[in-house]
């Protein structure tokens, strides 16, 4: 059908005009060839374009392998990451908010052996156990929910089954663990400040800076108090 137009114009000047015949027929040949190649390219270029969309088309809507794998893993792993989160999110605000508790729940303890160490009732919360119980219970409860298999093995990791600091260092990159062992250090200092203002009270020492330095470093603030009982024994015996 398409190349019906072209060899009409090639008969017409075959049947009018018989003079020249040869010379008319050849150009009218050479005039269709060209029309015959062009036409030919056209429809080349025409099917190569509609392939090529076709072949796009067909390879992002009927790509029947490959979408289901981009659609369901990213999927996949956005799931299980949300699982881990949701799993590490509880523990990671339990040791927060026992960290908090802890801290908040001995400062009153350590407020009035500074500003009222002769107060009846400093004397009597200090000489009362509930407070080392409710610290004890809290630390126990802590490390049960820290406690993992390898705690043991990394507390006594050499061979001759002693603590290696790289060991302690692993163990404690745990925020439960790191709870733990803060309350640990809170129960620990309270007792020892509350030895110090005890013994203070009945050698009528001063021990509000050792009482402060035991909360915030316990050992040093025992030093402090050892060395402020040694100096005021020294000063009283030079009074007498």
């Not at 390879?59 to 799931?79: D, Q, V």
């Not at 908010?97 to 802890?102: D, H």
């Not at 020492?205 to 009482?211: A, G, K, M, N």
Request: net charge positive; hydrophobic share 45%.
């Amino acid at each position: 059908m398409a190349f019906s137009p072209s060899f009409t114009q090639a008969q017409l000047p075959f049947k009018v005009k018989r003079t020249g015949l040869c010379y008319r027929f050849s150009e009218c040949m050479r005039m269709n060839k060209r029309s015959i190649f062009a036409f030919r390219s056209v429809n080349k270029q025409l099917f190569v374009g509609q392939t090529e969309k076709l072949g796009t088309k067909l390879s992002t809507e009927w790509s029947f392998p490959r979408r289901p794998i981009a659609s369901i893993h990213p999927n996949l792993g956005r799931a299980v990451d949300c699982r881990v989160y949701a799993s590490c999110l509880p523990s990671s605000q339990l040791a927060a908010s026992v960290f908090t508790f802890g801290t908040v729940a001995v400062l009153p303890f350590y407020t009035l052996m500074v500003a009222a160490p002769k107060a009846e009732l400093t004397k009597k919360l200090m000489e009362s156990s509930i407070p080392y119980i409710m610290l004890g219970l809290l630390y126990a409860y802590i490390l049960y929910l820290s406690w993992t298999p390898d705690t043991l093995r990394l507390m006594f990791s050499s061979k001759n089954w002693l603590p290696e600091l790289s060991a302690i260092a692993k163990l404690f990159s745990s925020e439960m663990t790191l709870a733990s062992a803060w309350i640990h250090l809170l129960a620990v200092d309270l007792f020892a400040a509350r030895q110090v203002f005890h013994d203070g009270l009945q050698d009528n020492v001063e021990t509000r800076h050792s009482v402060s330095l035991c909360l915030l470093f316990c050992p040093v603030g025992v030093l402090a108090h050892f060395i402020t009982k040694a100096l005021t024994s020294r000063v009283k015996q030079q009074i007498h």
